[in-house]
Every structure is written in structure tokens, then in C-alpha cells.
């Protein structure tokens, strides 16, 4: 009988949980508590749960306040969420025959559908 190990991370708010994830001064080789969890656990099936990405930059909370979205890009945050896609990839990858990844949207992930409906 073989069993199938799933992991799930939901609410991550990047970039807001950065300090929870990694040390950015440190190598990329000195993971953190998520990816030696990963590692350990060699999961078949990774689940994202709503709201990996905090996008405050088009939070609806943000609208018509300039100065909560001084320094603030959607882009910086697609990137920088990227580098961690690309470290839980590569602990994915290395699994014993994964299965897959699920992507599951929330409310933060609406906020991008509401900002482009509100700028076409």
C-alpha cells in the first residue's frame, strides 16, 4: 500500500512573512523551518492555500491612500514570491514521484481581479 503525504500552506502573506521563511543575508543554501520541513516530509501532493501573496498594493483597504502604497509594487512582490516558488520547487522536484501542486485563490488573490476591474 503506498501512501500519499500531502503538505498545505495556507495564509502566507508574502512578503510579510519573509522572517518566517528565510534569512535574506544568509545562502540560499541555510533554508529555513519551511523548506527542512519539506525536505523532510518529501510530500507527493503541495497544496497553496488562499492568500500566499499579502497584496497590499492593490488591497481594496489601500484605495484612495497614497501614502500606505509608497514603496510598494505588484511586480517586487510577484518576484520576490518567485524566488520561493522556485526553493519549494526544487524540494518538490526531488520527491519520491510527485504528484502535483494545487493553487487555491483567496480574497487576497481577488484583490488583483478587483484592481484590474477598477482599471481597465
Same mark, same amino acid.
Given at each position: 500500500?503506498?501512501?500519499?503525504? *500531502?503538505?498545505?500552506?495556507?495564509?502566507?502573506?508574502?512578503?510579510?512573512?519573509? $522572517?518566517?521563511?528565510?534569512?535574506?543575508?544568509? $545562502? $540560499?543554501?541555510?533554508?529555513?523551518?519551511?523548506?527542512?520541513?519539506?525536505?523532510?516530509?518529501?510530500?507527493?501532493?503541495?497544496?497553496?492555500?488562499?492568500?500566499?501573496?499579502? *497584496?497590499?498594493?492593490?488591497?481594496?483597504?489601500?484605495?484612495?491612500?497614497?501614502?500606505?502604497?509608497?514603496?510598494?509594487?505588484?511586480?517586487?512582490?510577484?518576484?520576490?514570491?518567485?524566488?520561493?516558488?522556485?526553493?519549494?520547487?526544487?524540494?518538490?522536484?526531488?520527491?519520491?514521484?510527485?504528484?502535483?501542486?494545487?493553487?487555491?485563490?483567496?480574497?487576497?488573490?481577488?484583490?488583483?481581479?478587483?484592481?484590474?476591474? *477598477?482599471?481597465?
Amino acid at each position: 500500500m503506498e501512501i500519499t503525504k *500531502l503538505a498545505a500552506w495556507y495564509d502566507a502573506h508574502y512578503p510579510l512573512s519573509i $522572517p518566517a521563511l528565510w534569512d535574506a543575508n544568509k $545562502p $540560499p543554501k541555510q533554508s529555513t523551518p519551511l523548506l527542512h520541513f519539506l525536505k523532510d516530509l518529501a510530500p507527493h501532493i503541495f497544496v497553496f492555500g488562499g492568500a500566499q501573496l499579502d *497584496l497590499d498594493c492593490v488591497s481594496f483597504f489601500s484605495r484612495g491612500k497614497v501614502r500606505l502604497l509608497e514603496g510598494k509594487r505588484l511586480s517586487k512582490d510577484y518576484a520576490g514570491f518567485n524566488i520561493l516558488l522556485d526553493r519549494i520547487d526544487a524540494i518538490l522536484d526531488r520527491t519520491a514521484q510527485p504528484k502535483g501542486k494545487i493553487w487555491l485563490t483567496g480574497n487576497h488573490e481577488d484583490w488583483i481581479e478587483q484592481f484590474v476591474d *477598477l482599471h481597465p
